[in-house]
């Protein structure tokens, strides 16, 4: 006797909705790339012998500037200094958060004039500058998610600075430890897209900081090498809309499928310091 096997028809897939992403109206200070070169290298990026122009820079930097006024946000322009080249990555000139600034204390000495620099606009803009004892370097490794400090150490800001921090802003803070050195700043190494979802890039952090965001965000979006060599981690996101750089277009497909809406940006000039879009965007945070 043989006995046939009954075949059944295959089940569709199931298929999960992507949440529907809301966008907020952000406020955000930048600086042209006035003064833009590649005079030094204090990261793996930079290279004195890659002819920099400066003139590519800034309309890159402009259109950039340009696509956050199409999406309604608000943006400031710090006045650049010459013989501050690196001032053009605004995100590392301090934390803003309510009527506080926490001014950036710089790991180089190349860079140090800048905190004197976006110190001298906050206090002009009104608001109430503070100091670390120990170094940070601002937005770069200090990223705020709903009402929780992420705060990167390892290469550029010092760990006992994210006390000092907790203790100006009221915020509680996670400190994350990076390890690759091409991923200097926590910007490098991770994005915030909106108050409770992130997307990082997992060997840029030790075995506890990915624990710690393992158990923090159980939702978040891994992202492979290809997308975070080219920086594609260091975006600015309104929630909905994640402006990164244009040549993450892995990165760009995850965020589509997880609902956002990428919008790519060139500013292949300003990768040859070491910074793309979220560096070259302080956001005020209310």
């Not at 907020?24 to 005079?39: D, G, K, Q, S």
């Not at 012998?49 to 820079?57: G, M």
């Not at 943006?75 to 200094?81: D, I, M, N, Q, S």
Request: net charge negative; charged share 20%; with cysteine.
């Amino acid at each position: 006797m043989t006995i046939s096997e009954e075949v059944m028809p295959h089940a569709a897939p199931e298929t999960t909705a992507a949440p529907t992403r809301t966008a907020t109206l952000r406020h955000y200070a930048m600086t042209a790339p006035e003064h833009f070169t590649v005079e030094y290298a204090i990261n793996p990026w930079m290279d004195t012998s890659t002819p920099v122009d400066t003139a590519l820079a800034l309309a890159q930097w402009h259109t950039l500037r340009q696509v956050y006024a199409d999406l309604g946000h608000r943006v400031e322009l710090v006045t650049p200094r010459r013989g501050l080249p690196d001032m053009v990555y605004a995100a590392n000139g301090g934390f803003l958060t309510g009527d506080t600034a926490v001014v950036a204390r710089f790991a180089f000495p190349q860079r140090a004039a800048e905190a004197d620099a976006y110190a001298e606009w906050m206090d002009s803009h009104g608001y109430r500058t503070v100091h670390t004892e120990h170094l940070n370097e601002g937005q770069g490794d200090l990223l705020l998610v709903g009402r929780t400090l992420l705060a990167g150490y390892g290469f550029r800001t010092d760990r006992r600075a994210h006390d000092e921090v907790a203790a100006l802003t009221g915020l509680a803070v996670t400190s994350l430890e990076l390890v690759d050195p091409r991923f200097y700043h926590l910007d490098t190494a991770l994005a915030v897209l909106d108050d409770s979802t992130i997307a990082y890039y997992p060997p840029a952090f030790s075995d506890d900081a990915r624990r710690r965001l393992a158990e923090l965000f159980s939702d978040a979006i891994e992202v492979g090498s290809a997308d975070a060599y080219v920086l594609g981690l260091n975006v600015v996101s309104d929630g909905r809309h994640v402006v990164m750089p244009a040549a993450a277009t892995g990165f760009a497909d995850q965020l589509r499928r997880a609902g956002f809406d990428p919008i790519g940006v060139d500013l292949s000039e300003l990768l040859k310091g070491g910074g793309s879009v979220k560096c070259c965007t302080l956001e005020l945070h209310p």
